[in-house]
């Protein structure tokens, strides 16, 4: 199993350009979510998935967009980029939302300039 | 509002003593409590967790504790390594899953 996968591992983007941070899992998890992490922020919930075609805004979903097509897949796209959304993005899964361990991909560095 | 709060940012410990990482709650909806261990450049992986029906959970050089009347939880780790070192997260979750801010552990040889 390879868990979760995320691409790129690095981006540098120029202000209002779009792109989608890729995110799968191979381990038939219900729950999915996106997290970014900002110096002394801690992991803020951008996004999450309980399943197929069910999405919801987290805490800090403002620019972000999500869909879940499939189980593997979670795909965040960021429509029009900006400064504020430098950071490092995580995704991660679970097999339930309540109770279960998350397991974390290796995130994403983004930079926007 | 900030449900979950890690109020430490940074802890320093010598090696072979007690780690004590901390996290108080607001909402007392819960399942459990899950602490995670995050080093720099990867993802966070999970370390331990604790029902809200249960007061400890032990697992190996790691013990949670909650107090849910004090709505607190802390971590303990005996004896601290340095391979211990990185950054801790506290978990609430309950619906969608809202972590603390983090605290830095820094256990020095």
């Known amino acids: 199993n390879a868990g979760v996968t995320q691409t790129p591992k690095f981006q540098v983007l120029k202000t209002g350009q779009s792109m989608t941070l890729q995110c799968a899992q191979d381990?038939?998890?219900?729950?999915m979510s996106w997290y970014r992490q900002d110096p002394g922020m801690g992991l803020r919930l951008i996004h999450y998935?309980?399943?197929?075609?069910?999405?919801d805004q987290g805490e800090v979903p403002n620019g972000y967009n999500v869909s879940r097509s499939t189980t593997e897949d979670f795909p965040l796209r960021l429509l029009s980029a900006a400064p504020s959304q430098t950071s490092v993005y995580f995704c991660?899964?679970?097999?339930?939302?309540?109770?279960?361990?998350?397991?974390f991909g290796p995130g994403t560095r983004l930079t926007v300039l | 509002d900030q449900q979950v709060k890690q109020n430490s940012p940074s802890l320093s410990v010598q090696e072979g003593r007690i780690s004590i990482l901390n996290c108080d709650y607001t909402n007392s909806m819960f399942d459990y409590f899950l602490w995670y261990k995050k080093y720099p450049a990867e993802g966070p992986t999970f370390l331990i967790s604790?029902?809200?029906?249960?007061d400890k959970n032990e697992d190996g050089r790691f013990t949670v504790f909650l107090n849910k009347s004090a709505k607190h939880l802390s971590l303990h780790i005996v004896p601290s390594q340095p391979g211990d070192s990185a950054v801790y997260f506290c978990?609430?979750?309950?619906?969608?899953?809202?972590f603390g801010k983090g605290t830095k552990l820094s256990v020095k040889p």
């Open positions: 978990e609430r979750s309950q619906g969608n899953l809202i």
């Open positions: 381990m038939n998890h219900e729950y």
């Open positions: 604790i029902s809200s029906i249960k």
């Open positions: 991660a899964s679970s097999s339930t939302s309540g109770g279960n361990e998350q397991f």
């Open positions: 998935s309980v399943g197929a075609g069910i999405t």
